[in-house]
T-cell receptor, first 111, second 114 residues
C-alpha cells in the first residue's frame, strides 16, 4: 500500500519557471527520498533527506522536510524541458525496513 | 560501477503461462527489491531479498514468487499469468535495505499478458 501522497498529480510549466511538488505521509519515518522517472523507464534517485534534517540541496533541487506536518516539498528551479518526468516521493522506515512510494506528480516543462 | 540490469526488457505472454524475470544488482549490494508498476495502482512493492532470504513481502498472491542467489542476483516468477499482471516490473538494489538508504533501480521489464 502507498503511504506518500504527492500534490499536485500533474503540473505543467514553461521552461525557466520553478516547479514545486509536495508530498504528505501518515506514519513516522526515518528518511524521505525523491525519485524521477522518465516515461516507462526505471526510477532515478534524486535526493534523500533524513528525519533530523529540514532542508537539502542538490544542484537545482531543493527538498524540505517538516516532520511535524508529515510533509515534504521538492523544488526544481529554472526548469528545463529535460525535467519533464514523473516525480515520486518515498518514505523509509528502519522499523521492518519498509519503504513506500506515493502515486507521483507528472511534471511537463514546455520549451 | 555497472548499474542494475534487468532481463528481458520486454516480454509478451498469454494468460495461463508463467514468466521468470531476472535482476542483477550493483556489485556489492545485498538487498534486491521488486516492484510492480501499473497506471492504476502505481508502484506496488512485491518483495525484498537480502542475502538470499526474503525479508519483506507485499500484498500479492502466491503466484508471485522470487529468490536470490549467492551472488545477489535475483529472479522473480509469476505463474498462471492473468491479464492484470501486465505491468512494468522494476527491481532495485541497495547495500543494506530499502528502508534505510537509496535504492538503485534497473530499467525494468515490461510484461504484456494477452
Amino acid at each position: 500500500s502507498q503511504q506518500g501522497e504527492e500534490d499536485p498529480q500533474a503540473l505543467s510549466i514553461q521552461e525557466g519557471e520553478n516547479a514545486t511538488m509536495n508530498c504528505s505521509y501518515k506514519t513516522s519515518i526515518n528518511n524521505l527520498q525523491w525519485y524521477r522517472q522518465n516515461s516507462g523507464r526505471g526510477l532515478v534517485h534524486l535526493i534523500l533527506i533524513r528525519s533530523n534534517e529540514r532542508e537539502k540541496h542538490s544542484g537545482r533541487l531543493r527538498v524540505t522536510l517538516d516532520t511535524s506536518k508529515k510533509s515534504s516539498s521538492l523544488l526544481i528551479t529554472a526548469s528545463r524541458a529535460a525535467d519533464t518526468a514523473s516525480y515520486f516521493c518515498a518514505t523509509g522506515s528502519y522499523n521492518n525496513n519498509d519503504m513506500r512510494f506515493g502515486a507521483g506528480t507528472r511534471l511537463t516543462v514546455k520549451p | 560501477k555497472a548499474g542494475v540490469t534487468q532481463t528481458p526488457r520486454y516480454l509478451i505472454k498469454t494468460r495461463g503461462q508463467q514468466v521468470t524475470l531476472s535482476c542483477s544488482p550493483i556489485s556489492g549490494h545485498r538487498s534486491v527489491s521488486w516492484y510492480q508498476q501499473t497506471p492504476g495502482q502505481g508502484l506496488q512493492f512485491l518483495f525484498e531479498y537480502f542475502s538470499e532470504t526474503q525479508r519483506n513481502k507485499g500484498n500479492f498472491p502466491g503466484r508471485f514468487s522470487g529468490r536470490q542467489f549467492s551472488n545477489s542476483r535475483s529472479e522473480m516468477n509469476v505463474s498462471t499469468l492473468e491479464l492484470g499482471d501486465s505491468a512494468l516490473y522494476l527491481c532495485a538494489s541497495s547495500l543494506a535495505g530499502r528502508g534505510t538508504e537509496t535504492q538503485y533501480f534497473g530499467p525494468g521489464t515490461r510484461l504484456l499478458v494477452l
